[in-house]
DNA sequence: ATCCGTAAGAGACGCATCGTCTCTAAGGAG
DNA sequence: CTCCTTAGAGACGATGCGTCTCTTACGGAT
């Protein structure tokens, strides 16, 4: 028999999510077609429109089933730019394996779906500034949003413009040519 | 007689250019076809194609031939501030018109072409900077790439990702929580 | 242990659109 | 006046979407 059983429930999501997950891996997003993932998980399309409303859906679940939550830990190294650098670095990491044609793709198919994660990285970045603040690195952690984001929206906005893979330099020119000027110039908030 | 005569050369590029662009306002990039372009140009898919590779190529030239160069003239106010401000400005409402949608679709369907445009705005900010350093407004005009490139990317990435038309507050606020921080701080640039 | 309802596996279907190809005839170049 | 390019129009095969249908495995309820 070639089929020994039926899959059914966590088991036949999973296969069903890695089968998307090296679709998208193997052929990109635009060109990912339902039936190809279908068919590598060995089923029909309707199991995947019974789950997912469309390619995006899945694609995004897949993505979420692999990597995990993307805000995970805050790091905390005892320094403010190390702190800032590794955000920066795993941002960096993470859109390194999805290459730039998946995520044009997908924010062009699904752009409710990131910004989502696009505002809980200003958490992330609250809690390191916060720290180095108690740390007395810099004078006061009461920092305006806008600049809170800067850097890793900089760096969201280099890596969808930029053909290229992101250099180590743009990371450490982000912090240290805008973020850390930002945050540790003594700034009066003009109301 | 419905068709009196044959358009030809440029009569005729113009004619589906306008089309293109009424097509594009009317169903928005995604759901463009280029039978519906040729359909309400009186004429044959044949001749797009002819002319443009691709939905992508056509648009990307309707819109040019609609809004003519991007980077046209530098403001000059005897601002800074309101220099800058007017260039965010103009970015905006050249979003409005567009909308996410289509600025979406083109990034992940045309993504070589929005660079140039992305590259030559460092010059326009360069010019301001210069200005405003010659006046005596900011210590000097001697910045970093990427500071004087930060609040357009910054505004491009907020136009990118929020669902909603740009505020007029933010385009203040990047003005005064980013870039005029950045450029007048008495910075040395450590080597 | 048996029954039954849910859903897996498989594929056909209608629709939309792509990009190519074909055909006729208009109209400018010579 | 003749010829050659190409506008205008539409047919065509291919592809992929999302829906529908059908059979049958399986697991929970009895």
Known sequence: MEQAQRRRGAELEAVLLDAAWDELMETGYTRLTMEAVAARAHTGKQVLYRRWRNRAELVV?????????????????????ADVLAVLQRMADRFETLGPEVVHGLLAEAPDLDPEVYTRMAGVMATIVKRAAERGEIPTADVPDRVLTAATNLLRHEMLFAGEPVAPSTLTSLVDDVFLPLVSGTRERSE
């Open 61 to 81: 679940a897949a993505m979420r089933h692999r990597t995990g939550s993307i805000v995970g830990n805050v790091p905390d190294t005892g320094s403010l730019r």
